[in-house]
């Protein structure tokens, strides 16, 4: 079974910086992962992209964010990071962390996975 297990979020006050975490688990069965990221939901609002970054750590990030985060990828531990700096109250959110993986057998059959989201919250 797969499993996203997402860390870091809080309580920052506006212009502070906090590092979330997800590590990518499956119990052995994991073959590779390509793509890597997170989503946010802010309250009312739809599921919006941050940040993504491939297996050979090419990044693409949302206009909202280019500058103030930034994404990572450790693929020893099967982990992502997002260092997010200067944050404004509208970047309160809940944060999931998203994952294109394949399971083994089938190293060419992918399939996207999330994990239960962090929440962030941004104090003016």
């Known amino acids: 079974q797969v499993q996203l297990a997402e860390s870091g979020g809080g309580l920052v006050q506006a212009g502070g910086s906090l590092r979330l975490s997800c590590v990518v688990s499956?119990?052995?069965?994991?073959?590779?992962?390509?793509?890597m990221g997170w989503y946010r939901q802010a309250p009312g609002k739809q599921r919006e992209f941050v940040a993504t970054?491939?297996?050979?750590?090419?990044?693409n990030y949302a206009d909202s964010t280019k500058g103030r985060f930034t994404i990572s990828r450790d693929n020893a531990k099967n982990t992502v990071y997002l260092q997010m700096n200067s944050l404004p109250p509208e970047a309160t959110a809940v944060y999931y962390c998203?994952?294109?993986?394949?399971?083994?057998?089938?190293?060419?059959?992918?399939?996207?996975?999330w994990g239960q989201g962090t929440q962030v919250t941004v104090s003016s």
């Open positions: 998203h994952a294109r993986l394949s399971l083994l057998p089938h190293w060419s059959r992918e399939s996207a996975y």
């Open positions: 970054v491939t297996s050979g750590g090419s990044t």
């Open positions: 499956g119990s052995g069965r994991i073959a590779s992962i390509s793509t």
